[in-house]
């Protein structure tokens, strides 16, 4: 099957709305009054799932930024800014991912006597990816359609079959552990119009 760009828009499409709905059963799940031990290792699952995608999505960005570049002339100062703007955002997103794994391998030595620790850090965590999500939400898309070829969309997907593979993996060990009122499937996927709340 030749791979054009719709296809690889749509595998990007689909990890964002796995991202997405894993996202919101975290934040749903650090809200549980009383965790068990089932409730930890679903946590557990949802921030190697969170760690993996965004650094996925970090990646992405990182080659949209170079790819945007050369169409950007140098006296184009508001273009100029929001790519600025950008790679500080995947700078500082990275520090909060690290800090995530940190306090998810915590949680796992110390269970459930760790988790309101846990809970303040991961609380740190979400508030640090809707800010970024709500700053850089489709600012240069209007120029990515303008000026992107199907090479340009290839490239920025970043798609290999072991990302993939692996992708798919994580998901469903998140949705194997999920309790059930935290299923990420049975959060409806965000559109473009709607909040990222």
Known sequence: MEKDKNTFESHVSNERTH???????????IKIENPDPSS????????DYLSFSLRRLIEQDHVLHERLIPHVSDDNREYKEKLNKLETGLVSMEEFINNLENSK???IVSGLYGFQEFKTDAEEFLDAFLKMLASNRHSTYELEKEVFSKDD??????ISEEAVQKEG?????????????????????IGHSQSVE
Do not use: H, M
């Open 40 to 47: 930890i290792n679903f946590l557990i699952s949802c921030c």
């Open 153 to 158: 969309w290839e490239a920025i997907a970043c």
């Open 169 to 189: 993996d994580l998901y469903k060990a998140v949705t194997a552990s999920s309790p059930e009122d935290f299923n990420p499937r049975n959060y409806p996927p």
């Open 19 to 29: 991202l997405s709905q894993v996202r919101r059963a975290f934040a749903d799940g």
């Open 105 to 107: 391998n915590e949680l």
